[in-house]
T-cell receptor, first 111, second 114 residues
Framework: DAKTTQPTSMDCAEGRAANLPCNHSTISGNEYVYWYRQIHSQGPQYIIHGLKNNETNEMASLIITEDRKSSTLILPHATLRDTAVYYCIVRVNQAGTALIFGKGTTLSVSS | EAGVTQSPTHLIKTRGQQATLRCSPISGHTSVYWYQQALGLGLQFLLW???????NRGNFPPRFSGRQFPNYSSELNVNALELEDSALYLC?????????????FGPGTRLTVL
């Protein structure tokens, strides 16, 4: 079973920041937080990951609370192409560790 | 750099038949993962192959099997097809050695069992 809890759906206006929350209250000390997204019927796409520090890349920012029990993925300027299902996954960073997907959050970006 | 490729894109079979799905990882990647995405069940881990060996499998019956070839491409076989095997089958690859951060997914094979 997935070890994360996410809202089922969220809406965002184009050009605004999309903030997607994730609860992972049972996360272990050696587990990372990963975010993937899946645009309709395509393969999932890696977005970002982090252990305890906030992370930023060209796609998004990841904010992890100090107690590591929750995190927020931030898409700073959402576009229509960001409409997708976003999955928050906790995972040990070692060879062979499969991704355990939950139901994710369906983000709808509208103009 | 070419991504993960899968074939065929679509596959239609009838109950009881066998299906073979193929995956070519990104050049240099030695690990291949298979996932099943059935309607209403989400993405579920099926199998992990590394260096030609099956290293781990998810909670699926033995009629789901596969292999990895010396060139690291992989094949997933589903025997005695059942209606509930209808799903999108996704393959992902990762590079050898740490960090094991990112799994690169292919576009998937949509299997329909009639």
């Amino acid at each position: 079973d997935a070890k994360t809890t996410q809202p089922t759906s969220m809406d965002c206006a184009e050009g605004r920041a999309a903030n997607l929350p994730c609860n992972h209250s049972t996360i272990s000390g050696n587990e990372y937080v990963y975010w993937y997204r899946q645009i309709h019927s395509q393969g999932p796409q890696y977005i970002i990951h982090g252990l305890k520090n906030n992370e930023t890349n060209e796609m998004a920012s990841l904010i992890i609370t100090e107690d590591r029990k929750s995190s927020t993925l931030i898409l700073p300027h959402a576009t229509l192409r960001d409409t997708a299902v976003y999955y928050c996954i906790v995972r040990v960073n070692q060879a062979g560790t499969a991704l355990i997907f939950g139901k994710g959050t369906t983000l709808s970006v509208s103009s | 750099e070419a991504g993960v490729t899968q074939s065929p894109t679509h596959l239609i079979k009838t109950r009881g038949q066998q299906a073979t799905l193929r995956c070519s990882p990104i050049s240099g990647h030695t690990s291949v993962y298979w996932y099943q995405q059935a309607l209403g069940l989400g993405l579920q881990f099926l199998l992990w192959y590394d260096e030609g060996e099956e290293r781990n499998r998810g909670n699926f019956p033995p009629r789901f099997s596969g292999r990895q070839f010396p060139n690291y491409s992989s094949e997933l076989n589903v025997n005695a097809l059942e209606l509930e095997d209808s799903a999108l089958y996704l393959c992902a690859s990762t590079s050898p050695g740490p960090p094991y951060n990112e799994q690169f997914f292919g576009p998937g094979t949509r299997l329909t069992v009639l």
